[in-house]
C-alpha cells in the first residue's frame, strides 16, 4: 500500500440486489468486475423461497457473469470468476424444511435468510408484519447454523398504519431486535444496511463475530439527508432505510475507522430502470455497483485508515458465512474520474448509478479507480 495504490484480496458484497433478466444481464458485471463473491438478495419476483428457484436464479447469474467480454478493460479481472451465494426470503410460504434443504446444500445451497419487513420497502409484500410470528422457520436456522439478514425497520404499528419512516431502524433496534436474540439465543444475525446512531450504539456494545454481524452501504457512509434533499429531492439517493442525519453518518464513518471484525461491506446496490426512479412514486433503492468499491475506499482513505479496508471489505464478510477470504486480489489507484453513462439493458432501458456527473448530486468526481486485479 502506498498512499496513491493499494492492493487487497478480491472484495465479498455482503448484500447485492441483481434482479432478473435483462437487468441482471446488464448490472451484474459491475458487481463481478469488483467482487468476488456476493450475498444475493431474494427480492425478487417471484420472491426466491424454494432451493430449486435458487439454483434457477443462480445459473442465471452464472450465465450473466460468463457472458461478458471476459476481463475489465486494462485489467485481468474475469468476471465469470464471481460466485454468488443465494438466500431465501422469508415469506410465509418458507418452511423449517425449505432451510433443511437449503442448508444441506443438495439442490442449491442457501447461504441465508433475509427478513423483510411488510410493506417496507421493493418487493416486501411477501413479507411477515411481525417477524417474531416465524418462529418455526428460526428455530430451524437456529438448529442448523444458518444466518437470518435483516431490514431492520418496523414499518407498520398495529393499527397497520405507517410510522414515521426516519425512526423505523431506531424503533427495531429497541423493540424488535432484543426480543428476536432472546427468543433465538444462537442463531446468527446480520443487520443490514445500517443508519443510524442507535443502531450504531447496540452494535457496538452487542456486536460478535460469528454471531450478530451488521453491513455498511457506500452511500450510507458518504450522503446524509442534507444532500438528499439538496437543490430538490435527489432520487439516485432515495432508499431503504433512508439515508438520515449528518450525525448518524458521522457515527457510521467513526464505526467503520475501528476496524471492528462484525462489521462488513454490503453494498446494497439495487437497480430500477429510470421510468420508476424518476416517477411520481420513486422507487426506493441506490444502484451502486459501477462505483462501490471505489467509493469504500475513497471513504477509507479520507479517513485515513486505508489498512482497515481489506478487514471491512474482504475478511469480514466471508468469515461470518463460514468461508475463507479469497487468495485473489484486486489493486485500486488513486485516480480522479466520472461516471458519465448510464447502464442500458438491451431492451435499450436505462438505469443510473450513484455518483452520475449529471444525475447525482451533479458533477461529482470519484477519486479511487480500479488498476489491475487477479
Ligand atoms: O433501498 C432499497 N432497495 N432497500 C431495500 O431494502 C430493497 C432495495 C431494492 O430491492 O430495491
Ligand atoms: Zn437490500
Redesign the pocket.
Known amino acids: 500500500m502506498t498512499n496513491k495504490t493499494i492492493t487487497i484480496k478480491r472484495p465479498f458484497d455482503s448484500h447485492v ?1 441483481l434482479r432478473r433478466g435483462a437487468v441482471l444481464r446488464a448490472v451484474a458485471k459491475y458487481t463481478a468486475e469488483r467482487f468476488g463473491r456476493g450475498i444475493i ?1 431474494p ?1 425478487t419476483e417471484p420472491p426466491i423461497d424454494t432451493v430449486e428457484q435458487a439454483l434457477e436464479y443462480r445459473k442465471e447469474i452464472l450465465s450473466a457473469v460468463s457472458s461478458y467480454a471476459s476481463v475489465l478493460q486494462n485489467t485481468s479481472i474475469d468476471t465469470a470468476k464471481f460466485e454468488p451465494l443465494m438466500t431465501f426470503y422469508l415469506t410465509k410460504k418458507l418452511s423449517p424444511k425449505d432451510i433443511e434443504k437449503g442448508a444441506s446444500g443438495d439442490v442449491c445451497k442457501i447461504y441465508a435468510v433475509k427478513s ?1 419487513p411488510y410493506g ?5 409484500q411477501w413479507g411477515y408484519r411481525n417477524i417474531l410470528e416465524a418462529k418455526d422457520v428460526l428455530r430451524e436456522m437456529e438448529n442448523v447454523g444458518m444466518p437470518l439478514l435483516l ?1 431492520g425497520e418496523v414499518h407498520l404499528n398495529a393499527n397497520d398504519e405507517e410510522e414515521d419512516p426516519y425512526d423505523g431502524e431506531k424503533m427495531f433496534i429497541a423493540d424488535v431486535l432484543p426480543r428476536l436474540l432472546d427468543k433465538y439465543p444462537k442463531l446468527k444475525v446480520s443487520l443490514e ?1 445500517m443508519s443510524s446512531a442507535e443502531a450504531i450504539d447496540f452494535m457496538e456494545k452487542n456486536g460478535a463475530v460469528d454471531k450478530l454481524v451488521t453491513t455498511v452501504t457506500p452511500h450510507h457512509l458518504m450522503y446524509d439527508r442534507r444532500q438528499a434533499f439538496s437543490g430538490g429531492y435527489r432520487a439516485l439517493l ?4 433512508l439515508v438520515k442525519t449528518r450525525e448518524d453518518k458521522e457515527r457510521l464513518l467513526a464505526m467503520v475507522k475501528k476496524g471492528l471484525p462484525f462489521v462488513s461491506a454490503g453494498t ?1 446496490t ?1 437497480p ?1 430502470p429510470e421510468s420508476k426512479k424518476f416517477s411520481s412514486c420513486c ?4 444502484f451502486n455497483s459501477p462505483v462501490a468499491l471505489e467509493l469504500y475506499t475513497q471513504v477509507f482513505d479520507e479517513l485515513g485508515c486505508l489498512d482497515k479496508l481489506e478487514g471491512f471489505l474482504s475478511v469480514n464478510g466471508p468469515r461470518f458465512f463460514g468461508l475463507e477470504p479469497l487468495t485473489a486480489t484486486i489493486t485500486l489507484v488513486k485516480e480522479d474520474w466520472q461516471v458519465t453513462e448510464p447502464v442500458v439493458t438491451e431492451e435499450g432501458v436505462k438505469i443510473w448509478s450513484l455518483c452520475h456527473k449529471d444525475h447525482g448530486l451533479g458533477n461529482e468526481v470519484i477519486h479511487w479507480k480500479i488498476k489491475s486485479g487477479s
Open positions: 440486489h438478495m427480492n423483510y417496507a420497502t421493493t418487493n416486501s431490514h444496511h432515495h432508499c431503504k432505510p446494497d439495487a430500477h422507487a426506493f433503492g441506490v
